[in-house]
Each structure stands twice: as C-alpha cells, then as structure tokens.
C-alpha cells in the first residue's frame, strides 16, 4: 500500500545540487540562498533552516557543484505551508539556477527529522 504525500505541512525539505561546468563563486550561492530562497520565504512570512555548501571547493571558495539542504518552515502555530506553496519556491529556484546557466537537480519532500 502507498501512501499519498500531504498536501500541507508545517516544513518542507529541500534538497539538491546547483553544478555547473565552470566553478561557480561562492558569492552567487550566497546570493541564491539570501536573495531567492530566504528573501521568498520571508515575503510569505515563511521561515528557512539549514544551509548549503561547496562539494569540491577550489582556493578561491568557488566550486563546480553545490548542495542544498534546508527546511522551509512555518513562522506561526497553526500555519501549514500547501505543497503548491513549497512547488513554487523549487520552481523559483530552479529558475534562477536556469538562467544563471547551471543545471539544478533535486527537489522537495515532506520534512522527516
């Protein structure tokens, strides 16, 4: 027997890869992270944990690949967050990734501490 995923929950997990050919600078994933991901979560008054980093990291912080692990979360008891909510922020960031030229791989799931 399966089981249907939720259609709302209080946090969703994020994972996956943004990875490119050429390194990618340390400065566009911090950009990414505050400008795309923590920025729409707050316009919605959504809250973001966890974090990201280099797979490979060259001397200058740079790196081919990097992976994103967080949870985007509810800011108030008794909020839940629609999966349609949670698409639209893979979708947003799948987005950016695409018009920076990287390649995006992964997605989100039901949060399972």
Same mark, same amino acid.
């Given at each position: 027997m399966t089981t249907e995923p939720p259609d709302a929950l209080d946090e969703w997990e994020f994972a996956f890869d943004v990875t490119a050919s050429d390194p990618i600078p340390l400065r566009a994933m911090d950009d990414l992270m505050t400008e795309r991901i923590i920025a729409w =979560?707050? =316009? @919605? @008054?959504?809250?973001?944990g966890g974090g990201y980093g280099p797979d490979d990291a060259r001397p200058d912080g740079s790196s081919p690949r990097w992976r994103f692990r967080f949870g985007l979360c509810i800011t108030r008891d008794g909020d839940v967050i629609p999966r349609e909510v949670a698409?639209?922020?893979? &979708? =947003?960031? =799948?987005?950016?990734? /695409? &018009?920076?030229?990287? /390649? %995006? &791989?992964?997605?989100? @799931? $039901? %949060?399972? $501490?």
């Open positions: =979560a707050e =316009a @919605r @008054r959504l809250g973001v698409g639209e922020l893979n &979708d =947003a960031i =799948a987005g950016q990734c /695409r &018009d920076s030229g990287w /390649r %995006f &791989d992964g997605g989100f @799931r $039901p %949060f399972d $501490p």
